[in-house]
């Protein structure tokens, strides 16, 4: 289940810095709003945010189940009706977009510096995930965002018990070529991948 799967991490010097964040049971990816790789205001617009703010350097991405998103922007605010339809195939999914400023590295947030084959990888996934109209372009979910400064849109796929937000984070290390696990459902599984 958390067999490695994949090279060991090696630090690209030259390469682009993402990050890896996690609360301990949902996590995200961070990565720069702009690189020569790709503008990610292009898929998540600043005008989609009540903010309107475009100051921020980086975004996290996070995909998940729809109702769960939407309705519990707390853990306090969890019922029991959210989680049974999010885990047994019941809901909708979503992504959700955080702007950021530059991230703070912890146990929590792990920094990686990945080579520009890695990263265009990455993000072909990331893109991949979101549902789109016929132009191509994302739909926001109007109105939803928990702050001024983020936003969700409908994406591609189903959450269930056996398929998480950390399920998703790990099929992208995958395609990215980097350190993950056969399977996991958790966080943990990842991130002992990146433990010194």
């Known amino acids: 289940m958390w067999i490695q799967i994949g090279p060991d991490y090696q630090e690209v010097p030259d390469g682009i810095t993402i990050y890896l964040q996690t609360d301990g049971i949902h996590t995200n990816f961070i990565v720069p709003v702009r690189t020569r790789i790709y503008d990610w205001s292009k898929d998540a617009r600043w005008h989609d945010l ?32 959210t989680a049974f339809d999010a ?3 019941r809901g909708k999914s979503a992504m959700h977009v955080v702007y950021k400023q530059q991230p703070e590295e912890s146990r929590y947030c792990l920094r990686f510096r990945i080579s520009e084959k890695q990263y265009e990888n990455l993000t072909a996934y990331m893109r991949s995930s979101f549902l789109r109209d016929g132009k191509g372009r994302t739909q926001v ?21 056996f398929y998480t937000c950390n399920s998703w984070i790990n099929e992208g290390l995958k395609v990215a070529g980097l ?3 056969g399977w996991t459902p958790l966080s943990f599984g990842i991130f002992e991948k990146y433990e010194d």
Do not use: M, V
């Open 50 to 81: 009540r903010g309107k703010d475009t100051s921020y350097s980086f975004l996290a991405l996070g995909w998940g189940d729809q109702g769960f998103f939407l309705h519990t922007p707390e853990w306090s605010d969890l019922k029991f009706s």
């Open 87 to 89: 885990l047994f195939y």
């Open 141 to 161: 979910i109007a109105n939803k965002g928990y702050w001024d400064y983020d936003a969700f849109y409908p994406s591609i796929g189903k959450y269930s018990l």
């Open 179 to 181: 350190p993950a696990c």
